[in-house]
């Protein structure tokens, strides 16, 4: 049985920033509306915007602040504006109608140019966690979004670290990845009892520290 399912990526990101060891590996989230995307976008020069519900990379879009311009980019198409106002105008039709969040963008560790991500599949087997899969999802070429779902390539997770970094550091974040997703275990089925399978998603940058993206209770 797949257990208790939260849509809410809110939800589940609140209970995450409660415990201080795992606190530091989330990316700074706000609810979308016009002063958080300002003050977000101004303080870190890119953010990611994402529906609230939704997985599969549906109606996610990266903004960006150069210092003289703003711009935005879904799927292959980018947009350049000269004003914040114009941007946000034009995010309101391009967003797809539903809540969304806003989440600091972190420049990840690429290979051949493309970003990578992990994907932490975990299920709940009599009273035990047993993992199912640890993968990295390296988006196609010009895409900014990973998912399989729209053309990104599948690798273990072994494989995608060791393409970025050295063969000890390689195994030493695929460790630091494991632990991150046990204490995140205790912590999810503490503030959600019945839940029976989770989804990880992992950013690593360029420098080598690890984002918990987000997680989700129904994973694909």
Not at 6 to 12: G, H, M, N, Q, S
Not at 109 to 117: E, K, L, Q, T
Not at 119 to 130: A, L, P, T
Not at 198 to 209: R, T
Request: glycine residues 12%; contains cysteine.
């Amino acid at each position: 049985m797949p257990g208790r399912q939260l849509a809410d990526k809110w939800l589940k990101t609140e209970a995450l920033l409660a415990e201080p060891s795992i606190a530091g590996h989330i990316p700074q989230t706000r609810l979308y509306d016009e002063t958080n995307l300002k003050n977000m976008l101004h303080h870190f020069g890119m953010v990611v915007i994402k529906p609230v519900r939704g997985g599969g990379g549906y109606g996610v879009i990266k903004v960006e602040w150069s210092g003289s311009t703003y711009s935005f980019t879904k799927g292959t198409m980018k947009k350049v504006y000269r004003s914040f106002g114009a941007l946000f105008a034009a995010l309101g039709k391009a967003k797809v109608k539903r809540k969304y969040l806003i989440q600091q963008g972190i420049r990840l560790a690429r290979i051949s140019g493309r970003p990578i991500d992990y994907r932490v599949k975990v299920v709940k087997v009599g009273d035990s966690w047993q993992y199912r899969s640890m993968v990295g999802r390296l988006a196609r070429p010009g895409l900014f979004v990973t998912n399989l779902c729209k053309g990104g390539r599948q690798l273990t997770a072994r494989q995608g670290l060791s393409l970025c970094f050295s063969g000890k550091k390689a195994a030493l974040k695929r460790k630091e990845m494991r632990e991150l997703t046990n204490t995140s275990i205790r912590v999810l089925e503490n503030a959600f009892p019945g839940i029976g399978e989770l989804g990880f998603d992992y950013g690593v940058d360029a420098g080598g520290k690890i984002w918990i993206f987000e997680v989700n209770t129904r994973p694909q």
